[in-house]
C-alpha cells in the first residue's frame, strides 16, 4: 500500500545567474513499512527532499501526498500540526531542548500538542532505547550516542506515519552508530514504521530495503536492496 507519494517535486534557490535547482523535477512513492535511504554526494538535494517531505520547507513546485493527504494544501497552523502528529524527524546534531531531560524530550511533541503522554507507551519506548536509566538525566550529561536514542525516542513517541532521519549516524562513531541503525530497523520492523534515512555512508544504505541515488536533484538510481532482503529471509 503507497503511504507516500513524491511527484515532479523541485525546489529552486534564487534568479537569473544565480538560480539554484536543489530538487529538480523528483517522483517516487513508498509503501507502508518501507526502509528506504536516500544517498547523493553533498549538494546533491538529498536534505532539501527531506524537509520537502517533511514540511520543514515548501517545495517550488510539485505535490507530495502521506496516505493520501496532500500535505501542502494544508495552511501554516496546519502544518504545523501535521509536524508534530504525522512525521517523525531525527537530526544529526539531535536537537534537543538542552534543560529537558530525556523523558521531557521524548515526550515533548505531545506535550505541545496539548495531550498527555500515555505512560505505558513511555515506558515501552525507553525499554526499546535502553533508556530508562537515563530517563531524569540532561542532554549535557549524556553521550551523542544517547542522546540520539533520545532523538529517536521523541520522533517514535508520537507514532507518526513516516520517520525521517538526516544522517543520523553522521556525528558517532562506529559503534554508536551500528546500535542506532540496529535500533531504527527494529522500529522499523517491530513498529512497522515506514521510515527514510538520508546518508552518505553506504554501509547504513545497505541496511535498507531501498535504494534511492540523486545527483544535481534528480533521481539517477531507485533500486531495491537484495541485500537487505536476503538477510531478512535469513532471519525469518
Not at 532505547?129 to 517514535?156: F, T, Y
Amino acid at each position: 500500500m503507497e503511504l507516500l507519494k513524491v511527484e515532479d517535486l523541485c525546489k529552486v534557490y534564487g534568479k537569473g545567474e544565480n538560480e539554484v535547482k536543489a530538487v529538480n523535477g523528483v517522483s517516487f512513492s513508498v509503501p507502508k513499512g518501507q526502509m528506504v535511504a536516500i544517498v547523493g554526494a553533498s549538494g546533491s538535494g538529498k536534505s532539501t527532499l527531506l524537509h520537502m517531505i517533511g514540511a520543514v520547507d515548501r517545495p517550488t513546485s510539485g505535490k507530495i501526498w502521506l496516505d493520501g493527504q496532500d500535505i501542502f494544501a494544508q495552511n501554516n497552523r496546519e502544518l504545523a500540526i501535521f509536524r508534530r502528529r504525522q512525521v517523525g524527524l531525527i537530526y544529526q546534531f539531535y536537537n534537543l531542548i538542552p534543560v529537558l531531560t530525556a523523558e521531557e524530550n521524548i515526550t515533548l511533541p505531545i506535550r505541545m500538542d496539548g495531550r498527555k503522554p500515555d505512560k505505558a507507551h513511555l515506558e515501552r519506548i525507553l525499554d526499546m532505547l535502553g533508556l530508562q536509566e537515563r530517563r531524569d538525566h540532561l542532554p549535557s550529561q549524556m553521550s551523542g550516542g544517547q542522546q540520539q536514542r533520545v532523538s529517536i525516542g521523541r520522533a517514535l513517541f508520537t507514532s507518526p506515519q513516516v520517520i525521517l532521519a538526516d544522517e543520523p549516524t553522521g556525528n558517532l562513531d562506529s559503534q554508536n552508530s551500528a546500535e542506532i541503525m540496529a535500533l531504527l530497523r527494529r522500529s522499523n520492523r517491530e513498529l512497522k514504521q515506514t521510515t527514510l534515512i538520508i546518508t552518505h555512508d553506504e554501509h547504513i544504505a545497505e541496511q535498507c530495503d531501498r535504494i534511492i541515488v540523486l545527483s544535481d536533484g534528480r533521481i539517477i538510481s531507485d533500486e531495491a536492496n537484495s541485500t537487505q532482503r536476503e538477510a531478512d529471509s535469513h532471519e525469518i
